[in-house]
């Protein structure tokens, strides 16, 4: 995790986190949330890393979608709850699986302790007495996702910089949900 990153090594790092998912055991690296910041914080030049990464960032706003649909069609109360820039990655407190964007708690808890939707449910089937709450406003996803674009080619390789890697934003105020 501290070499140059590569198209095989994030590709190896996904895969990884998907079969740690599929075992029930917590991955040391939030991929997902690392995507994301990955995705508002560097600009990729390489083709094949650059569709891994848009292909994770898809695939997790659409998961979002999803629970959202899930949620008001079930009528559980979504409300934003927001992630602050030092906080931590969320994980489910049962399977230790990540929780990105959406979670869902029990309402009446004055500590909220997160459950994806698996766990959650077997829980309480109904969900009745749960919410979901929302981390980042898909809006906001959207704009990173669209923001995110294959880097010029035009940074210099370097032998501490391989890959072409070139920093966004860092002259930029951050957002309050920047990610």
């Not at 069609?73 to 409300?79: A, K, L, S, V, Y």
């Not at 009745?128 to 929302?134: A, S, V």
């Not at 809006?139 to 995110?148: R, T």
Request: with cysteine; glycine share 2%.
């Amino acid at each position: 995790n501290t070499g140059p990153l590569t198209f095989r090594q994030y590709q190896a790092a996904i895969e990884r986190y998907e079969w740690n998912k599929s075992q029930r055991y917590q991955s040391i690296v939030a991929m997902v949330f690392l995507t994301w910041n990955m995705a508002q914080n560097i600009q990729v030049s390489d083709s094949d890393l650059y569709r891994a990464m848009k292909t994770t960032l898809m695939r997790s706003m659409q998961h979002t979608a999803l629970l959202k649909l899930y949620a008001l069609e079930n009528e559980i109360p979504i409300r934003f709850h927001g992630h602050g820039p030092n906080e931590p990655v969320n994980y489910c407190m049962v399977c230790e699986e990540e929780v990105f964007n959406v979670f869902f708690v029990k309402e009446n808890e004055k500590k909220h302790v997160v459950h994806c939707l698996r766990c959650a449910r077997q829980l309480n089937k109904d969900l009745k007495g749960w919410i979901c709450l929302e981390e980042y406003d898909m809006e906001h996803l959207k704009n990173i996702f669209d923001s995110f674009t294959l880097g010029d080619s035009s940074v210099q390789q370097t032998l501490e910089n391989p890959l072409k890697l070139a920093m966004v934003n860092n002259n930029i105020k951050c957002e309050s949900q920047s990610i």
